[in-house]
């Protein structure tokens, strides 16, 4: 069975850096996505970035040049680095993990997520 945990949210000032890892067990097939999502308070979930199982990335416009997606196959895990870190940035972060597929692809539906990790920044 397929579980993914999120971990690495916290609290931080606008300008500063977080680093999320999202844990995956049970999830041995050779072509896959994993992507983080994000959904602010009061507002609709949104796609953040996406890496496949060749090393592609994607990255909203929003968070380009600031966010960097990767995966660390040997540990399992998929981590999110955040820097420069902005008020618009605090949202609950998900990741998730779809099999068969391409950050090229559109409209990927996923269905492995975690349970998500609280991102905070003040200004």
């Known amino acids: 069975q397929v579980q993914l945990v999120e971990s690495g949210g916290g609290s931080v000032q606008a300008g500063g850096s977080l680093r999320l890892s999202c844990a995956r067990t049970?999830?041995?097939?050779?072509?896959?996505?994993m992507a983080w999502f994000r959904q602010p308070p009061g507002k609709e979930r949104e796609k953040v970035s996406v890496i496949d199982s060749d090393g592609d990335t994607s990255y909203t416009d929003s968070v380009k040049g600031r966010f960097t997606i990767s995966l660390d196959n040997a540990e399992s895990t998929l981590y999110l680095q955040m820097n420069s870190l902005k008020p618009e940035d605090t949202a609950m972060y998900y990741c998730a993990a779809e099999v068969g597929c391409s950050v090229w692809y559109s409209g990927i539906k996923y269905t492995y997520w975690g349970r998500g990790s609280q991102v905070t920044v003040s200004s």
């Open positions: 049970g999830y041995t097939y050779a072509t896959y996505c």
